[in-house]
């Protein structure tokens, strides 16, 4: 089971900071990863961030301005996003790597110009 929350309306240039909360899985197991929505267009990874060693991955529209954590104490992970822009509009999904895969219901993320 994973909640989202942090999203919101934000002008450009603005930051957000999304979180994750994960109950009713091993949560220090598991890959997570952020991913995104926009209307009419494919869901899109932004982020992720293994189980161990804390690797992470940025999709290159993100990269340099977005920045994923995770606590494994308090099963959460969040995504700070720092310089947002109107294409990063979309709804934010948390996933866990769990076979097969959690996700949480998402937060909107909004980013007026």
């Known amino acids: 089971h994973l909640v989202e929350s942090g999203g919101g309306l934000v002008h450009a240039g603005g930051s957000l900071r999304l979180s994750c909360a994960a109950s009713?899985?091993?949560?220090?197991?598991?890959?997570m990863g952020w991913f995104r929505q926009a209307p009419g267009k494919e869901r899109e990874e932004v982020s992720c961030?293994?189980?161990?060693?804390?690797?992470?991955y940025y999709a290159d529209s993100v990269k340099g301005r977005f920045t994923i954590s995770r606590d494994n104490a308090k099963r959460a992970v969040t995504l700070q996003m720092n310089r947002l822009k109107v294409e990063d509009t979309a709804k934010y999904h948390c996933?866990?790597?769990?076979?097969?895969?959690?996700w949480g219901q998402g937060t909107q993320v909004t980013v007026s110009s």
């Open positions: 996933y866990a790597d769990t076979q097969p895969g959690t």
């Open positions: 009713g899985l091993s949560f220090e197991h598991y890959y």
């Open positions: 961030i293994d189980s161990n060693y804390g690797r992470t």
